[in-house]
T-cell receptor, first 112, second 117 residues
Framework: SQQGEEDPQALSIQEGENATMNCSYK?????LQWYRQNSGRGLVHLIL?????REKHSGRLRVTLDTSKKSSSLLITASRAADTASYFC????????????FGTGTRLQVTL | GAVVSQHPSWVICKSGTSVKIECRSL??????MFWYRQFPKQSLMLMAT?????????EQGVEKDKFLINHASLTLSTLTVTSAHPEDSSFYIC?????????????FGDGTRLSIL
């Protein structure tokens, strides 16, 4: 399987703390994307980082990409209870016409 | 913008029934739509890619005669699960992208939970 791995599988933190999730993948990529999924719902796109970028910010989100290590991280700062969800990385692999390969996901629980 | 509507959101039906799921892009033209399957607490597995006006491309191990995909217009793709059986019970999610081969995100529907009795 070419599916990426994410760690941790589950993460529980208190509101106000930062949450860091890591993603590793196996192929060469055009870009890497992070998505959020609330329970029983579809996915919401959070951020896209291209293969020639190393870091990207969007609000409380910070994404890094290390193509030499084939890894990425998602940092959510000052977490809120509403951030509770599953987070997936997805790679747009070169030569696959925009198909996405999803990681295994991290379930984030933010408690008050 | 970039809203994708998926219908129905929940289906319960008897074994042997065929079920059609619709995926519509409401405010943009989707050159490509994707269909995924997700088991509980697992990741998304791509089933097939459909481009408007052409046959869908199925991933390895996905039966094209079992999962019929039609992408008749730039705003609508349908997935029909034919003669569904309990093992077909799952969460099916569609997504759509606007431009082929560029760095664009996919826009997801809210999914369809299919339960076959």
């Amino acid at each position: 399987s070419q599916q990426g791995e994410e760690d941790p599988q589950a993460l529980s933190i208190q509101e106000g703390e930062n949450a860091t999730m890591n993603c590793s993948y196996k192929t060469s990529i055009n870009n890497l994307q992070w998505y959020r999924q609330n329970s029983g719902r579809g996915l919401v796109h959070l951020i896209l980082i291209r293969s020639n970028e190393r870091e990207k910010h969007s609000g409380r989100l910070r994404v890094t990409l290390d193509t030499s290590k084939k890894s990425s991280s998602l940092l959510i700062t000052a977490s809120r209870a509403a951030d509770t969800a599953s987070y997936f990385c997805a790679t747009d692999d070169t030569g696959t016409a925009s198909k996405l390969t999803f990681g295994t996901g991290t379930r984030l629980q933010v408690t008050l | 913008g970039a809203v994708v509507s998926q219908h129905p959101s929940w289906v319960i039906c008897k074994s042997g029934t065929s079920v059609k799921i619709e995926c519509r892009s409401l405010d943009f033209q989707a050159t490509t739509m994707f269909w995924y399957r997700q088991f509980p607490k697992q990741s998304l597995m791509l089933m097939a890619t459909s481009n408007e006006g052409s046959k869908a491309t199925y991933e390895q191990g996905v039966e094209k005669d079992k999962f019929l995909i039609n992408h008749a217009s730039l705003t609508l793709s349908t997935l029909t699960v034919t003669s569904a059986h309990p093992e077909d019970s799952s969460f099916y999610i569609c997504s759509a992208s606007t431009l082929r081969g560029s760095n664009q995100p996919q826009h997801f529907g809210d999914g369809t939970r299919l339960s076959i009795l």
